[in-house]
Each structure stands twice: as structure tokens, then as C-alpha cells.
């Protein structure tokens, strides 16, 4: 599978359960970069946090078959990562988003911001 296709599924798997401020970071010609590519999003509760996070790992599985290498931030629910080895999703609440600024960290990333569902 493409990475395209495979951060697509990912953002329908946000957009499930209403994940806002979707942003896709273009880390590939990045060398020190963790991955090629970050998805992220917020949402508005540790409740909705968690229920994004769940929403990706099922949809992506459902629709491609993939699962992720590893996820964590169940505990907590403020920051939850998914890795699907060179694509990273992210999901935060907004004041965490905030305070950590993953789209920020590298100038040269090419942003994309995915309009919200209502």
C-alpha cells in the first residue's frame, strides 16, 4: 500500500468520530525526521481523544489490513501516537497540541491542513 492511501485511511478514521484540525506533515526529505509523515489531530475530551485513536487503528485495519507497529498515550489520553512505521498519527488534546507543536519542529515540512466535518 502507498503512503498516500494509507494517510487517507487514517484521516477517514479521524473524521469517524470527529477529530478536528486534521494537519498532514511532509517529513520525507527530512533525514533526521522519526517518519515520513506525521497525521495530526485533536480532540476536544481525553474521552474523544481515545475514541479518535480507536477510530483510526479500526478503520486503517478494516480497510487495508494494516495494524500499527505500536501505540501509547492510552493512559493518560492527552497525547495518543499510532506507528504505522513511516507514517506517525498523532492525536492530541488541543492544549497538548499546543504546548508540543510537532508542525512547528521542522520549517522545512510541507503542511497540509484537511477542513473539518461537520
Known sequence: ?????????IIEGI????GKKITTVDLSD???AAASY???CEGQSTTQVA?????IREYVQQHTGIKPFGYD????????IIDYGSILAHVF???????????????DAKLTEIPDVE
Open 1 to 9: 500500500m502507498k503512503e498516500k492511501q494509507l494517510i487517507d485511511t
Open 15 to 18: 473524521q469517524e468520530k470527529k
Open 30 to 32: 527530512i533525514e533526521s
Open 38 to 40: 506525521f497525521v495530526i
Open 51 to 55: 475514541a479518535v485513536a480507536d477510530s
Open 73 to 80: 498515550g492510552y493512559q493518560n489520553s492527552q497525547w495518543i
Open 93 to 107: 488534546l488541543p492544549e497538548y497540541r499546543d504546548y508540543y507543536k510537532l508542525e512547528q519542529l521542522w520549517n
